[in-house]
């Protein structure tokens, strides 16, 4: 089967602009990967028809060079491969109709495509627009791997529903010559995204036919800075291509790059670099402890490349508050999360009702405290460690496990409402250990 390839990341570019010129396409390359594209001249119905009578031919080896034709010529033989496939002749009947579906599940076979960037030079936290522009040439309509119309969407299903429907076809590289991975954001914190990405992983994906003659194009804003995006935080020039390679059943025209639909690459400058924190990162969080007069202090900094949130509801309603738990160990034992030698406390509470102005907006690079805790308080713990050590460690873990779509349930359940943002962060980040003294 040729149909698209899994999707096992997510997104892909596909960028539209100007028609006041002509675009320049890139063909469809029937010959290998490593030769320029070029289209076949168009055949003519005779041609066509006698090269659907050599499927029946007694010669094996004009049967398949007839097959590889038709397969060539794409959408310009399927009448032919139609009427093919209703032959009382038995084989060339299932050699047209075998033919037919698999240039039927193939996307954008015969097509041109064009990807364009704008604007081109940008900083890292400025967001560009990538449209991907197609050109049927064909006689005969050709599927392209996006909806017609994506309706009444909002902003963020649209972003990245459009990356999903070309995910698997582009191929985006840095200025070091490596590839990037796509990032994405947690699906589930929205539901109408959940469902965009679910259909199209269940291999459902959207699509629709372009007309003979006619062009068609997907526009994925926010390519760099969506809800799902190519974080391009280094300096320097990148490249996107669209790349689609048919799967088909035959393995020697995939080893000859038979079918492959390429563009020109599209390239993006990025003129200033994001903070090392940043395109360093690990994480979308992390947590330091500091040294702030009499107590030590616990400082949050966001590390992610767009905003986030973070609930400073603090307390024990796991559904809408979150936790900052100080935790102390003797210097020598080596349990991190419990044992004889540790001990936690978790002074940090503003109470049972949940506060919207608690929810705090911190942006990439943004550092905030988030819990202080006095050193008289700590000793006072360490002396209850067990045979009472001269030195301990102390670190620090915010946890929380309650979504914006979870919180605003919760709170709805008792009869009021509250505006929770949705890229609201969950899980648990631990700082590193300090060492205080009695």
Known sequence: MIGRLSLSAVLLVWLAGSSAERPVF?????????????????????????VVRQLSHPAYARRRAAIRQLAEWGPVAFPALRQAAQSKDLETALLARDLLAELQSAILIGAQVRLEVNPPRVPWDEPFTVTVHVFNPTGEPIEAPWPADQGEADDDVRQVAALMDVGDFLVVTGPDGQSLDLRVDPIERSAEVYEAVNLRARDLSPSHPVPAGATDRLVINAF?????????????KYTIQFSYQPQWNDPTWIDEGFGLVRSEPATVEIIQSAPEAIRTAEGPLRLKIEPDGESLAVRVESTWDRDQWINLNLGDDLQTQARVEWRLQGKEDGQDDGGDGSASWTPESTGDVFRPELVRRIRPG????????PLTALRERMSRLPKAPGEARVFVRYST???????????????????????LYTGTIRSDSVVIRR
């Open 26 to 50: 890139a063909a469809v390359d029937t010959a290998p990967a490593s030769q320029p594209a070029s289209r076949p001249a168009r055949p003519s119905p005779e041609r066509i028809a006698t």
């Open 224 to 236: 760099n800075r969506g809800w799902a995006r190519y974080p391009m935080l280094t300096a320097g």
């Open 366 to 373: 943004e550092r905030m405290i988030i819990g202080r805790a």
């Open 401 to 423: 496990i309650g979504n914006a779509p979870c919180i605003r349930e919760e709170i709805g359940r008792k009869g009021r409402t509250a505006n929770v943002p949705t890229h």
